[in-house]
Every structure is written in structure tokens, then in C-alpha cells.
């Protein structure tokens, strides 16, 4: 049980230094980070726009993409206001509970794009590898639960992390050394222990990146052998071109994010500015590349046209695996009298 003095320590704000060493340089540091939160709130609100009113797009790989797009929106909102208020108007305190909630929403919806990207995947998986079966699979209703289970997943694995982080006394310095509420720098105020949160969440991290990421790799491996099938080279090169911009998206996600969060548990020798700014970017630049790479790359009639013909090379690699079994069939009936038809026998003429 905390005593009376941790709990008011505990009540009182923290403060944010923004970029650590460059305080003098916050106006500059604005406005790419202005800029960006611009793009990322006009590109993903005219992507879930666009999914909403057009009845074309009603399917369920941009159902997907609209979830992205509320997905960025959120991430971004939970924390560059914060920022541009710490670099504009030097606005560094932020209250005890606001921060963990921040922090809640940065670790949830990264979880939740996570699981979204694995959903992404399993459509082209679906739409490439079994297209026949496409829109029996992958319903409206199930397009649906398959997002909500996403966010139920994100928000089930982080509360008790923020449960942990809260139960921590605060009685040392108040400043965090950066931008928006980190974890590991949070942390490192912490006055007792915080060694089973940080086992938790190293845990969970690497389970929910595992386990996605091994997942994503099965299905694009899967589809990677379906694409070289095909006996179009042109129809090659544009599923791939198609799946390189998944690829592209994933690895920016994924690849950021561990750079990011190995970078604030191992300085590896790096200027604290250098780990803050790693981190800033990682939360701005990939929501504002989303809807750009999808929403150019990704139009209803390429995509139209792609599963039209793989629907077709699939209803010949049926009539052929059909018309082999016909042959292979009576070549292999065995010739028994039996089965041979009876010859005719002449009737006895009757006077």
C-alpha cells in the first residue's frame, strides 16, 4: 500500500521537455511535424470519406483501410496537439492522468494496427489464393467483428500495463525528456521497482509482433507462390506491384516500431535528441503515408480487374484438373468381359 506522500507525488503533473538538447529550435521542429498532422488528418479523412460514400468500395479490403484510417487519425490526434503545444506555446505540463492516458491510447492502437495489417493480409490471401470463395468468407458482418475483435485485443493486453504503470510511485524529477508521454522515459521516474512492467510489456510486444508478423509472412509467402503461377508476366507485375505497397506499409510499421522502441531501451550510444526524434517521427510519418500509398495504389477497378482474373485462371485450373481426371479415368477402366457389351444374338426364326 503507497503511503500518503506517494499518493499526492503521484497526483502531481508532469512535464514534457520536447526534443532534449534543441529546445531552442522548437519553432523549426513545428512545422514538419504541423505539416504532417495536416496530411495525415486531410489524407485519412478523405479515405474514410470516400469508403463511406461510394457504394463501389463497400467491400471488405477497404473496410480495412477505412479502419486504417480511423486507426491514424486517433494515433496521430493522441499526441502531436500535445507536441505542437510543447514546441508553439512551451505548454510542457500535462496532468498525472492524462499522460497514462495518452500512453493507453499510443500502445492500444498500435496493437490494434497491428492486428488490422494481419487482416489486410488475410484478404489478399483470400481474394488471390481462394477467390471463389471471397465473398463467402469475408462478409460485411465479418469484416466487422474481425476489427472490433482487433480493438477488444489492443485494449485487453494494455490495460493491465497501465494498471501496473499507475500503481508505480512518482517521487522523483517530474520532467520527462520528451515529447509526448514515453513509456521507458515515464518509467524511469518511477521510485520503486519497475521490473514487472517491464517484463510485461517486453512480453506482450514481442507476442503481439511475433505472432502477427509471422502470420503476415505465411499468407504473403502464400500468395507470392499463386502470383508466379500465373502466366501473364503483366498480371504478375501488378499483383506484385500491388502487394509490394502492403509489403511497404508493413515494414514501415513494423520495422519503425522496433527501431523506436529498442532505441529508448538501448541508447546504443545515440544523442537523447536523436531517440526522441526517431520516436516523434515514427508517430507522425506513417499515418500520413498511409492513405497516400493505399489510396493510390489500391483503386477498385485494378483491383477489380486482379480478381476477375485470378477467378478465371482458377475456373481453367479446375476444367483442366477435371478434364485430366475424365482421361485418366478411362484409361484406367478396367477392360473385364464383364463390362464388354453383350454381342447380339440372332432370335430363332419362329414359322
Known sequence: ?????????????????????????????????????????????????????????????YYFISMLA???LTFSTAVVPKLLGVFWLDSRQIVFEACFIQMFFIHTFTA??????????????????????Y???????????????SLARGAAVMTPLMCLLTSLPYCKSRVIPHSYCEHMAVVKLACADPSVSDLYSVIVATLLVGTDSVFITVSYGMILRSVLRLPSQEARLKALSTCGSHICIILLFYIGGLLSMYLQMFSFGLAPHIQVLVADFYLTVPPMLNPFIYGIKMNPADMNQMETFYINFKIRDLFRLEKIFKITKSD?????????????VPHPHVP
Open 112 to 133: 490494434v494496427e497491428s492486428g488490422v495489417l494481419l487482416a489486410m493480409s488475410f484478404d489478399r490471401y483470400i481474394a488471390i489464393c481462394n477467390p471463389l470463395r
Open 70 to 72: 480511423v486507426i491514424d
Open 1 to 61: 500500500m503507497s503511503s500518503p506522500n506517494q499518493t499526492n507525488t503521484n497526483s502531481l503533473p508532469f512535464l514534457l521537455m520536447g526534443i532534449p538538447g534543441l529546445e531552442d529550435l522548437h519553432i523549426w521542429f513545428s512545422i514538419p511535424f504541423c505539416f504532417m498532422y495536416v496530411m495525415t488528418l486531410l489524407g485519412n479523412i478523405l479515405i474514410f470519406l470516400a469508403v463511406r460514400l461510394d457504394k463501389s468500395l463497400h467491400e471488405p479490403m
Open 332 to 344: 484406367h477402366q478396367p477392360d473385364h468381359p464383364i463390362t464388354k457389351p453383350c454381342p447380339s
Open 135 to 149: 465473398s463467402t468468407i469475408l462478409t460485411s458482418s465479418r469484416t466487422t467483428q474481425i476489427g472490433l475483435l
